[in-house]
């Protein structure tokens, strides 16, 4: 029988390694954003020109890859009122297509997040250019002009991933 002091030793690495996150979830401000949240990685800015519901636009991007995912926020702005939620249902819309994939979504409120209807939460299977099954959870917010993606794409997510990450997202003044 071990000696006690092992024992408990024992017991102490267990369940440190039990303890160590496969994500090292982190508070971040990205770039230029306008919006605070987790990121479960250190994420890289990431900036160019995407053509989106008939109009050429900057979009700038934050993301990272973690435990076999890619965690990510997108945005643009856009220039008019009324070109705000058309250019949300096509950014919505290009999740699936990007993904061959079925979309389910369900209405999604942000902190600070200026209300839209077309605001969601949206759940894409689909596959990857190179025929692999991939699952995406995307939130779609708004805030004045600015237009936002957040993103959680891989093979499978956790759902304590997928809760914690969008779960944090707030627009911050």
């Known amino acids: 029988m071990m000696p ?4 408990l030793s024992a017991a102490l690495l267990v369940s440190l390694a039990a303890c160590t996150p496969s994500l090292n979830w982190r508070d971040t401000r990205p770039e230029e954003s306008g919006v605070r949240m987790l990121f479960p990685c250190r994420p890289d800015r990431h900036e160019r020109t995407i053509r989106i519901a008939d109009a050429e636009m900057r979009m700038r991007m934050h993301s990272c890859s973690a435990a076999g995912a890619v965690f990510s926020l997108a945005f643009v702005d856009v220039a008019e009122p009324a070109r705000v939620t058309p250019v ?9 297509a990007n993904l061959n994939g079925t979309a389910a979504a ?10 839209n209807e077309k605001s969601a939460l949206v759940r894409v299977e689909g596959r990857l250019p190179d025929g ?3 699952v995406e959870h995307a939130a779609f917010f708004v805030k004045g002009l600015r237009l ?3 993103t959680a794409l891989g093979d499978s997510l956790d759902a304590d991933a ?4 969008f779960g944090s997202i707030t627009v911050v003044p």
């Open 4 to 7: 006690v002091r092992h024992r």
């Open 88 to 96: 949300l249902v096509a950014m919505r819309g290009a999740a699936a």
């Open 106 to 115: 369900r209405p999604w409120v942000v902190p600070g997040a200026t209300p």
């Open 132 to 134: 692999r099954l991939v």
């Open 148 to 150: 936002y993606q957040a």
């Open 162 to 165: 997928i809760e914690t990450f």
